[in-house]
């Protein structure tokens, strides 16, 4: 199981399903809390609305994890595997 039915597109179906008790997907609790949070609650709501708006604060925040990197540890990196 997994998170969404089509879980190989990347869209908003996270959000528009959640809750709706799909024996074929799996929430966690960590997920509803999403649906129930008012901090997030607000955002769960848009993007499960507005599928633009998903894909823009993904982009962001991709983007942003993106150019932060990563320390590794031991600082080369992992070798000879």
């Not at 190989?8 to 509803?32: A, C, H, Q, R």
């Not at 607000?42 to 994890?65: G, I, N, P």
Request: proline fraction near 4%; charge should be negative; glycine fraction near 6%.
């Amino acid at each position: 199981r997994s998170w969404t039915k089509n879980w190989i597109v990347f869209d908003n179906s996270y959000f528009t399903d959640m809750g709706k008790n799909d024996p074929e997907v799996i929430y966690l609790p960590t997920d509803m809390v999403l649906q129930t949070d008012a901090g997030f609650k607000v955002h769960c709501e848009r993007f499960a609305k507005d599928q633009a708006a998903f894909f823009a604060s993904y982009a962001t925040a991709h983007k942003k994890l993106s150019e932060l990197g990563c320390k590794w540890e031991p600082a080369q990196g992992i070798t000879g595997v």
